[in-house]
């Protein structure tokens, strides 16, 4: 488990989970509920829930309520898998919070991206075999908080995709090379740079889903797909999986703090801003009609 010293500090801030390994537990987050567990002790499989209205997109303190689960599931010696879905059945999640990124102190946002980073590298890099039940539309960082996942299961009716580029913005090397080792460089080139929002089916096609299951089924073809993955040595299983995500990875660590002076600067530059803006007051719109 890899963790910015930063985002440690900010851990603090918030109660521990009440977390139970043996039997069937459903623990809530003390701090904010935004996150429901139910950690199976007899299988060893936790069902991780994203639980933030409206569409679960991720502000620091979410991603750092996600990173202490993280850390406690690695440490607890009898989980072995970890199914993420969401509690809202029409949104897996939203992806960043876009409020994050408008009208942004600089600390925090600096601070914002290191904690994302964080979520990224011990999702990617879990031990845990780790599949996503994508109940819900999953655009930019729900995508790629998928893209994470050993397995990906999704329900019909959805979108899908790394939409970065159509809102001008660049999605980072990190983002990109987790679709490329998903779905293949020349799949990637053309989702990535049109920024396209897939639908199931369409993802299903590029390999970016492996299986498609109607939203009320997808829970139990879930616990189904983990049972296979969990009948390989845990062992044996996280070494290949190390060996195939390290250099992925590395690239992040080598390059964390260049890759959060991009984002800041990318992000706090005036055209950026009011496009965002402008993004902002459509979707507030939307909503309102
Ligand atoms: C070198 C360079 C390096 C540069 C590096 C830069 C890298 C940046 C990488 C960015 C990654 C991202 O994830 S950027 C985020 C991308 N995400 C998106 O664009 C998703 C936008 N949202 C949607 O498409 C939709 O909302 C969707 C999630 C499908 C749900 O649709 P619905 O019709 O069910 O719901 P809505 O009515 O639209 O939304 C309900 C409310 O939630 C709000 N809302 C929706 N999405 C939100 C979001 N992501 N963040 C905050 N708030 C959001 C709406 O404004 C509404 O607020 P009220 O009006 O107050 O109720």
Redesign the pocket.
């Known amino acids: 488990m890899i963790w910015g010293r930063r985002a440690l500090q900010h851990v603090k801030r918030f109660k521990r989970l009440p977390f139970q390994p043996e039997g069937l537990h459903r623990c809530m987050s003390a701090a904010t509920q935004n996150l429901v567990v139910e950690m199976d002790g007899k299988s060893g499989v936790a069902v991780v829930k994203l639980n933030k209205p409206?569409?679960n997109?991720?502000n620091l303190e979410f991603l750092t309520e996600i990173n202490i689960l993280m850390e406690k599931l690695e440490n607890d010696k009898s989980c072995r898998g970890l199914i993420l879905t969401s509690n809202n059945n029409?949104?897996f999640s939203?992806?960043?919070?876009?409020?994050e990124?408008y009208n942004p102190q600089p600390d925090r946002l600096a601070e914002f991206w290191r904690t994302l980073q964080g979520m990224w590298l011990s999702l990617y890099g879990s031990r845990l075999a780790t599949i996503a039940a994508i109940n819900g539309?999953s655009?930019?960082?729900?995508c790629?908080t998928a893209l994470s996942c050993d397995y990906r299961i999704m329900a019909p009716g959805f979108?899908i995709g790394l939409?970065?580029t159509q809102?001008g913005?660049?999605?980072?090397f990190w983002?990109v090379e987790s679709m490329i080792n998903v779905t293949g460089q020349r799949q990637a080139e053309v989702c990535c740079q049109k920024g396209l929002m897939m639908t199931t089916e369409q993802a299903h096609s590029i390999g970016l889903v492996d299986d498609v299951v109607p939203g009320e089924a997808i829970l139990e073809r879930a616990h189904n797909e983990m049972k296979n993955w969990l009948k390989v040595p845990d062992f044996a299983r996280q070494l290949t999986k190390r060996q195939i995500r390290k250099p992925t990875m590395d690239r992040l660590i080598a390059k964390r703090d260049e890759d959060i002076q991009?984002?800041v600067?990318?992000?706090t530059k005036d055209s950026v801003q009011k496009a965002m803006g402008v993004?902002?007051d459509q979707?507030?719109n939307?909503?309102?009609k």
């Open positions: 409206p569409v997109s991720f029409k949104i939203g992806g960043l919070d876009i409020m990124m539309h655009p930019a960082g729900g790629l979108t939409n970065e809102l913005i660049i999605p980072p983002f991009n984002f600067q990318f992000i993004y902002i979707l507030k939307k909503a309102k």
